[in-house]
């Protein structure tokens, strides 16, 4: 099971609320904690309109990384003339560092199946899928559970809460690609198709799954509804940061502790990194990876920063996967960032040549910085090259896939010019260096 | 009923004055650029690099891209491994029959596919008939078939094509594109280390995957996942 992480006791618990139950897909447990209240309320007093009206009022934003309105996707989806709908929730968690997903399905499997259950209700679905991957066998057996237990108890399946209306909710297996955790792609590989991203507009939310209006939400974001609902809109809005309220869920690493927290919206990269338990005594942050593989590089002066997507798109990171790797001194910034340019190259589908090509010359270019074979034109050529990837870009892995490289060159210049100009690392990671340049033991 | 004499020579002798006088088709080609639709590519070539190496990586892209379906491809996959056959089918004489002989009811062969290691149809069968012949589910078919025979052989992706409709170039492509599948049985010595190191059975395990996170914990000193 994923490690949960001990957060302050005021902090408010939205998604791990139930983090301490015993067994997760017990059913009756789950009833009493208030599970399958909000689909109740929604299906029998709100109806799909006010459904929808009620987040609007919330203010709730995807945790999928784009924070785009949850309710504005959902209208969207709603209003489209169609006779067949789908809600999927992407639970598939690509980032390998980060288990956030697999937190959430862990522990409270039934706040995502009733999520999912209520958006299927709001958008005028009969059928929500929950990809989740495969791998990850822990989540996948609780969801799987929990799936079948609220089937038998009458919350899901062809007469729901006997409303005449019918829910269903399918879990999705899937695996075997990093891409999966882009929505166009995840639709593509829910097809039986290739994943490779499409190009946006159209929307998923107007020509998705089969060419049916789909939401595609993170579990984040699915298991955040029934708790809105149960608790009203007001109280959703006075959580966190204002711009986009309530929680997220980090999976944080450094080199003292690691796991998976939720925290309160707008919490400072300070007090993420404190959570994690700092960086040992005697040692100093060097640099904060904020985002996955495809993350920022961000220097021990941004700890001020706020953990919203906002401030960290203007700092040259993202929220992305959740993930938030710390990284001290004896780590070297070059080496991080060839390391996570050569992933996201290694994981492109290949379907734009920006991409196809780009990625694999920026990891050659951070290779050779590294290695200690740098060309004169090299960290020219990179700023040149990631401005055009991100120009041309058909979706955000391209986009972001720049970001290692990118954010290295612009926090990190004199650790990148010591490898240039004096062929040494300061952090002694790059040890070919010395020898490249001969003058190596 | 016979025309009258010398209305023959009048009707061409018109002809020929109609067409004197009518605007000229022939282009005087270096001087006047011929005019073509202005996505023509011409004739489709593969280009080799500085090596003498085919660039094609036989990735299916523009097999599935072609919107009228014209690109054809055969050969070897870059690995020199897998013999990959596929094209529109009713680009082959032998495949344009396929219809006529499913309206007569009776059974169609795909004298194609048995060119390739045979294999006990009977399993594969089962699973089609499972899913429905849905290609909608070619991932689940795709993880049965290779859960039955531990690998995909070319001829059980061949009669995946024949019997859900669904294109050979889209399905190789698709099986090609997920890490969970391969190509070869585990432990064939032309497989290559990664696809020896996936055959750690139906759950698959992602080498990149394993490679990225113990070279993130060797970039942040050497610390491993949990070790302080």
Same mark, same amino acid.
Not at chain 2, 37 to 44: A, I, S, Y
Not at chain 2, 79 to 84: A, E, K, P, S, T
Not at chain 2, 144 to 160: E, K, N, S, W
């Given at each position: ?18 983090? /301490? ?201 699915? /298991? ?218 | ?228």
């Amino acid at each position: 099971m994923t490690r949960i992480l001990a957060t302050p006791a005021a902090w408010p618990r939205l998604l791990l609320a139930r983090a /301490a139950a015993a067994e997760p897909t017990d059913l009756t447990a789950a009833v009493r904690d208030g599970a399958f209240v909000a689909l109740r309320s929604a299906i029998r007093e709100l109806g799909p309109t006010a459904t929808i009206a009620t987040l609007a009022d919330s203010g709730l934003r995807g945790r999928g990384g784009a924070a785009f309105p949850t309710a504005e996707k959902w209208r969207i989806a709603a209003e489209q003339p169609a006779d067949r709908r789908f809600v999927v929730v992407n639970a598939y968690g690509a980032d390998p560092a980060s288990a956030t997903d697999r937190a959430l399905l862990e522990r409270d499997p039934y706040a995502v199946v009733e999520g999912a259950a209520i958006a299927a209700f709001a958008v005028g679905a009969e059928e929500a899928i929950v990809a989740v991957r495969a791998e990850a066998t822990e989540a996948r057996n609780a969801l799987e559970r929990a799936v079948a237990a609220a089937e038998a108890a009458g919350y899901l399946g062809p007469d729901v809460l006997d409303s005449g209306l019918t829910i269903r909710v399918r879990v999705a297996p899937v695996t075997g690609a990093y891409m999966l955790g882009e929505e166009t792609v995840l639709l593509k590989a829910l097809e039986g198709k290739r994943g490779q991203p499409e190009q946006r507009p159209p929307y998923p939310a107007v020509r998705g799954l089969f060419g049916a209006p789909t939401v595609v939400n993170n579990a984040a974001t699915i /298991a955040l509804v029934p708790w809105i609902l149960r608790n009203g809109p007001t109280a959703f809005t006075g959580l966190g940061d204002p711009t986009v309220p309530g929680t997220w869920l980090v999976a944080l690493r450094g080199p003292v502790g690691e796991g998976v927290a939720e925290v309160p919206t707008g919490i400072s990269l300070r007090e993420l990194v404190d959570l994690a338990g700092g960086v040992g005594p005697g040692r100093s942050v060097k640099a904060i990876l904020v985002g996955g593989p495809s993350g920022g590089l961000l220097p021990p002066d941004l700890l001020d920063t706020p953990y919203l997507p906002a401030a960290l798109r203007a700092a040259g990171a993202h929220v992305g996967s959740g993930a938030v790797v710390i990284a001290d001194e004896r780590s070297c910034v070059v080496d991080l960032a060839r390391l996570l340019t050569g992933y996201c190259s290694a994981e492109a589908c290949g379907k734009t040549i920006p991409c196809r090509i780009g990625t694999r010359r920026l990891f050659e270019i951070a290779e050779r910085i590294a290695t200690g074979r740098p060309r004169p034109t090299d960290l020219e050529l990179a700023g040149d090259l990631a401005a055009d990837m991100v120009a041309s870009a058909l979706c955000d892995h391209e986009r972001l896939a720049t970001l290692p490289l990118t954010s290295a060159l612009r926090y990190f210049r004199t650790e990148l010019d010591d490898h240039i100009l004096r062929s040494s690392c300061p952090a002694g990671v790059c040890r070919p260096i010395a020898v490249a340049a001969g003058r190596g033991s | 009923m016979t025309k009258p004499p010398g209305l023959g020579i009048v009707e061409g002798l018109a002809l020929t004055l109609r067409r004197f006088f009518a605007p000229k088709a022939t282009i005087r080609y270096p001087e006047v650029p011929a005019d073509v639709p202005h996505r023509f590519r011409g004739r489709l070539q593969l280009l080799y690099d500085e090596y003498g190496t085919l660039k094609c990586e036989t990735c299916f892209q523009c097999a599935q891209a072609c919107p009228v379906e014209c690109i054809d491809m055969g050969g070897f996959d870059t690995r020199g491994r897998y013999h990959v056959h596929w094209g529109p089918p009713e680009t082959y004489a032998e495949r344009r029959e396929e219809s006529a002989l499913r309206r007569s009811g009776r059974t169609v062969p795909d004298p194609a596919y048995e060119h390739w290691t045979p294999i006990d149809p009977a399993p594969l069968e089962a699973i089609l008939e499972a899913h429905e012949y849905d290609p909608a589910r070619l991932l689940e078919i795709l993880e049965a078939t290779q859960a039955a025979y531990g690998y995909l052989p070319v001829a059980a992706l061949r009669r995946i094509s024949q019997a859900t409709g669904a294109w050979y170039a889209m399905i190789y492509g698709t099986a090609s594109y997920y890490r969970q599948f391969r190509f070869a049985p585990p432990g064939d010595s032309a497989g290559d280390a990664a696809d020896a190191d996936s055959s750690g059975g139906a759950a698959a395990r992602r080498p990149s995957e394993d490679a990225y996170l113990a070279a993130l914990a060797t970039a942040l000193g050497g610390r491993g996942v949990g070790q302080p």
